[in-house]
């Protein structure tokens, strides 16, 4: 395969995990160019399937970049006022809709550390198996056990404010 | 298998990740355990609104313009591919700035003796820092790197150290603060307060940006200095 047919073929679904792991098209897009840069530079023959290691490139480079800006997302401003919101209200969850809610955890994962935040992602967004996360991110599968349920557990502790108790 | 140990499977019990038999454990226990099952129970709701999050639209154009900007970076760096030896080059006058500069800071007498007198400080880590803190026109060339918390934390706890011994790098910080025109090193907004690291590199102040970082690695691992500069261009403007 050509390098321009391998960007053909794997461009959407890498913008689609780099858009969830930023937060963005535009950083996506940049997150993916690296990657497919990188890719050109390993000089890698490409024989079968390079999802895998494109994956892994472009995964741990939005991991890289994503601690470089994780002091400016947690504390962005409208993270914190919508937390606010949630304290002042006696019963959150019965006057939120569903979509606001949905829309609400999308905004917790960006409080995630990277790894918890990528494997998060891959896992319980996008449904890997916990198998496959392995190959695309070059992590043991320990490692994203861990991971996974440390992510879990914040996001659960995030959320019990909104979570109903039956 | 006990109570406590249990709860750190429930995250992969709700998503069902467990084996059969941890399965069976788990599910005999929450039938006893309401703790265990109410926490079971909202891994689930958690797992549900996850699972809800919609795939942001791609559009086409953008993913045309994707590939057409992608193809046109890789012909550029083809044309400027700097021949090995061209980089380490750069590398090196890189390194020896800081160096210098770090040199010029750190008491030139036996920097390498009290740096290395602690086995988890090290000499780069001390260099980063003092790079950071002491060499504004480099500041944008560095500020982009994540410095790991806990290394800062050695490191400051390393100068409070030798400010009790000799008081010297009180002065030098002390300089280098005022050289940056303000008091204020980083700011760290908290969802309750912000609290600052800068200030005196005194025994309180030093005290004070340790039980910050502290406070800051809770939530992260590494920290990047990148608002120095902007707090810099702040204040210079
Ligand atoms: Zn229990």
């Known amino acids: 395969m050509e390098l321009h047919q391998v960007i053909q073929k794997y461009q959407r679904p890498m913008v689609a995990i780099a858009c969830r792991m930023l937060g963005n098209l535009e950083e996506a897009k940049d997150a993916v160019q690296e990657a497919f840069i990188r890719f050109w530079k390993s000089d890698t023959q490409i024989k079968g399937d390079p999802f895998s290691l494109l994956c892994r490139i472009l995964i741990n480079h939005c991991i890289d970049k994503l601690r470089k800006q994780t002091f400016r997302r947690f504390f962005s401003i409208t993270e914190i006022k919508d937390l606010d919101i949630m ?3 006696e019963n959150p969850h019965k006057s939120l809709e569903n979509k606001q809610l949905v829309d609400h955890v999308e905004k917790l994962t960006t409080r995630l550390k990277p790894v918890q935040k990528a494997v998060f992602i891959l896992r319980d967004m996008q449904g890997y198996s916990i198998q496959e996360i392995s190959d695309l991110t070059g992590f043991p599968e320990n490692n994203i056990r861990v991971n996974l349920h440390l992510a879990r557990k914040n996001m659960r502790k995030w959320l019990q404010p909104i979570l109903k108790e039956d | 298998m006990r109570h406590h140990n249990i709860r750190k499977h429930l995250s992969a019990y709700a998503h069902q990740e467990c084996s059969k038999d941890e399965h069976n454990i788990i599910e ?3 039938k006893t355990c309401i703790k265990c099952a109410l926490t079971v129970n909202e891994y689930q709701q958690v797992a549900n609104f996850s699972k809800q999050i919609p795939e942001r639209s791609i559009p086409s154009e953008f993913i045309d313009q994707l590939k057409r900007d992608t193809l046109k970076n890789i012909e550029i760096s ?5 021949p090995p030896f061209r ?3 750069f590398a090196g006058i890189f390194l020896l700035l800081i160096g210098t500069v770090t040199l010029h800071i750190v008491n030139p007498k036996t920097p390498v003796e009290y740096i290395s007198s602690s086995d988890t400080l090290k000499l780069d880590e001390m260099e980063h820092l003092a790079s950071i803190l002491c060499n504004k026109e480099n500041l944008i060339a560095i500020i982009d790197q994540p410095i790991p918390i806990h290394s800062l934390i050695v490191t400051l706890k390393q100068m409070k150290k ?3 011994r000799h008081g010297q790098v009180n002065n030098m910080f002390e300089r280098i603060m005022h050289q940056i025109n303000g008091n204020v090193l980083q700011e760290f907004p ?5 609290c600052k690291i800068g200030g005196k590199f005194d025994e309180s102040g030093l005290t004070q940006m340790i039980t910050c970082l502290r406070s800051y690695q809770r939530y992260n691992d590494t920290i990047t ?5 902007s707090y810099y261009q702040k204040i210079r403007s």
């Open chain 2, 28 to 30: 005999n226990h929450i």
């Open chain 2, 225 to 229: 200095f990148r608002y120095i500069a």
């Open chain 2, 190 to 194: 908290t969802p309750l307060s912000s």
């Open chain 2, 78 to 82: 083809k044309q400027k591919h700097y």
């Open chain 1, 87 to 89: 304290k002042s209200n």
């Open chain 2, 87 to 89: 980089r380490l080059a």
């Open chain 2, 162 to 164: 030798l400010n009790q």
